[in-house]
Nanobody, 114 residues
Framework: QVQLVESGGGLVQAGGSLRLSCAASGSTFSSNAIGWYRQAPGKQRELVARISGGGTTNYADSVKDRFTISRDNAKSTVWLQMNSLKPEDTAIYYC????????WGQGTQVTVSS
């Protein structure tokens, strides 16, 4: 069973950058695809980036060319580098094993001011 803890959120001005971290525990981490989701107030949770165990990445159109997902299996960590942030990126960000099952973690709040 892989357990994940998100960190790295904060308040940033539009155009700024943040790097989110997703620290995992569990022996099967390297074989798991991991996704970053976000949920803004009043909106559904959406998948913004995913990375396979082998490092193949996919992005939502809304973040393509601005966000980069990466992983280091030796450190059991996945990162989400977010550049050129926009106010509409404001949300709670969650990481999860894919496909997601069970409960969500606490997430990390990202707030982008205009």
């Amino acid at each position: 069973q892989v357990q994940l803890v998100e960190s790295g959120g904060g308040l940033v001005q539009a155009g700024g950058s943040l790097r989110l971290s997703c620290a995992a525990s569990g022996s099967t981490f390297s074989s798991n695809a991991i996704g970053w989701y976000r949920q803004a107030p009043g909106k559904q949770r959406e998948l913004v980036a995913r990375i396979s165990g082998g490092g193949t990445t996919n992005y939502a159109d809304s973040v393509k060319d601005r966000f980069t997902i990466s992983r280091d299996n030796a450190k059991s960590t996945v990162w989400l580098q977010m550049n050129s942030l926009k106010p509409e990126d404001t949300a709670i960000y969650y990481c999860t094993r894919l496909p997601h099952s069970g409960s969500w973690g606490q997430g990390t709040q990202v707030t982008v001011s205009s």
